[in-house]
């Protein structure tokens, strides 16, 4: 395998793993991986329809939450790629995706590219979260040398990074065993 053919390899894995965690996190369906199909997994929900969103309603949440996972993919891939910079030739496909996913909430070009701009450094402040990284590189990493991931081995991968960062919630930790 030559210089080039392995940097797109590693794009990939990094772009799809980005994706998996993110949506990992979201507690929302994580696709399977495969360096065979090199495009960005597209949301396999419904709930995201194709015409225009109200700006109060669950359907936004859930086209936002949508975008963000998928920036979080070329964002990993910049990363772990490019040094945190925008790849050579752009976004590419995955920036289509995200401006048509934009302009069903959207009324303006000009808001659109604002609230892809938000969106992108929400999923880049993602990556940034303790063990989100890490996951993401083991996600990948594990890509690259098997091919092909299955949606139980990427949830195994991405929770024992993430479960040592998790912050105690309710009343966990409230008290205290005083014997």
Known sequence: MNEEQDLERRRTAYRQS??????????????????????????????????EVDLGSRTRHQVELEINAQWAGPMAESRACFEDREPPQGWGAAGELLAALGRRVTRTADENDAYLEWLRRRAAGLLDLPGEWPAVEAVAERLLEAGLLREQEITLLASGH??????ASGLRGLFRDVR
Do not use: K, N
Request: glycine fraction near 4%.
């Open 162 to 167: 993430l479960a040592a960062h998790r912050r």
């Open 18 to 51: 980005g994706l998996a965690v993110a949506r990992y996190t979201q507690g929302r369906t994580v696709p399977d991986l495969s360096l065979d199909r090199p495009e960005t997994p597209v949301a396999p929900e419904r709930s995201i329809r194709a015409w």
